[in-house]
Every structure is written in structure tokens, then in C-alpha cells.
């Protein structure tokens, strides 16, 4: 299972640290990716980091604001995400795949998802 938390209000220009807990999956050549969904928008890749190669890729309108890591000590993956804009808000969700040696955000790759958690930026 996948669990995302970390999601909250913030005013414009404002960081927040979301993350992303693995548990009960275990399997090699993955990659954990975070997918968001903003109300009457479709949902939209956002960042993914691959396992075997901590290759990283994000979609453009978050690149030098959004940092994908992870931890495998804590099964945990996370997005700091800074200088937050209004655009920003919306659900956000984390998944993961195998086999998946090169970055995508391909969502049909994705074979578990987690929650979601909202995050809501002020303007």
C-alpha cells in the first residue's frame, strides 16, 4: 500500500514536504511517481524518481520549485515542494510501478496508488 500525507494550507510563495509511504511492496526496478489532480482539471504527472538509478523527471511548470527523493531505509518518498503557487492546488496523489527502469509519468504504467492528500495554496 501507498499512504501520502504531508498536505495542508499555505499562503503563495510557501513550502511543503509531502510524503509518500511504501509498505507491503517490495519489488525491484520501480519507480514512485506523484500524480495530481486540481477540481475540473484531468490529473497530471508531477514529478517520478526510479529506483534502480534515482533518475528524476518533472513536469515543466514545477521544475526548480518541486525536489523528488527518496529514503529506502524508510520506504519513503517525498516531494518538497517551494515557492507554491495558486495553480498548485490540488489533490495529490503517489504511485508505483514495475518494472520501471527510466523516468515516466505514464499513468498507465502505475500499478498502486495511494490516497491522496489535498494541499491548497492561498493566494
Known amino acids: 500500500q501507498l499512504q501520502a500525507f504531508g498536505g495542508g494550507l499555505v499562503q503563495s510563495g510557501g513550502s511543503l514536504k509531502l510524503s509518500c509511504k511504501v509498505s507491503?511492496?517490495?519489488?525491484?526496478?520501480?519507480?514512485i511517481a506523484w500524480f495530481r489532480q486540481a477540481p475540473g482539471k484531468e490529473r497530471e504527472g508531477v514529478a517520478c524518481?526510479?529506483?534502480?538509478?534515482?533518475?528524476?523527471i518533472y513536469t515543466e511548470s514545477v521544475k526548480g520549485r518541486f525536489t523528488v527523493s527518496s529514503d529506502n531505509a524508510k520506504n519513503t518518498v517525498y516531494l518538497q515542494m517551494n515557492s507554491l503557487k495558486p495553480e498548485d492546488t490540488a489533490v495529490y496523489y503517489c504511485?508505483?510501478?514495475?518494472?520501471?527502469?527510466?523516468?515516466?509519468?505514464?499513468?498507465?504504467?502505475?500499478?498502486?496508488w495511494g490516497q491522496g492528500t489535498q494541499v491548497t495554496v492561498s493566494s
Open positions: 524518481i526510479v529506483s534502480v538509478s534515482d533518475d528524476t
Open positions: 507491503g511492496l517490495t519489488f525491484e526496478n520501480s519507480a
Open positions: 504511485a508505483a510501478g514495475s518494472p520501471i527502469t527510466i523516468a515516466t509519468m505514464s499513468e498507465q504504467l502505475y500499478n498502486y
